[in-house]
């Protein structure tokens, strides 16, 4: 018995002693020959064995899990209008943009629960046991400004809300 020895360079595979070169995938390469099979113009066929370890796949990137019977508020936060004269058709540079506002969750009798701070891209999350919140923005300022938002929140879920605040450009 020969054995016959393959070299990989990139995406070429050489056979030992020869000037030819052919596109190989990735693998290894055997093949044992007896001096009868094989000669100067013979051709051998081979098989390419995929590798015995693959590289493991990219983690897949998964959302934290929610505790079971998790409930609260989520949404977006956007402040329009941006331009001072709103143009038809709308302006595309002048829509709504996402505003990261400071937001007060509170109880109907005003008692706050809790504050949270909108996203750069205005998306927030409160995590709220069931019940009825009135949410505010936290800055006491004249503009931008937010009507009073009231919201139910029920067990085991989340409520979704836009809020819309008011630039103050006219």
Known sequence: MKKVFFIFIGSMLMMGGCQNTMPAARGTLTQ?????????????SLQIQPPSQSPPPAPVPTPSPRPVG????????TIGPTCPVQRIP????????????????STQ????????????DGSFEAALPAGVYVITQAEGKIYPRLSPQTVTVKQDQYTSI?????????
């Open 162 to 170: 836009h809020l819309s605040f008011d630039s103050g450009i006219r």
């Open 32 to 44: 044992e020959v007896s001096q009868q099979q094989i000669s100067q113009e013979s051709t051998v």
């Open 90 to 105: 709308p302006d595309p540079t002048c829509a709504d943009k996402p505003y990261a506002a400071l937001l007060n969750f």
């Open 70 to 77: 998790a409930s609260g508020i989520r949404g977006t936060a």
């Open 109 to 120: 009798s005003g008692t706050l629960v809790k504050q949270v701070q909108a996203k750069g």
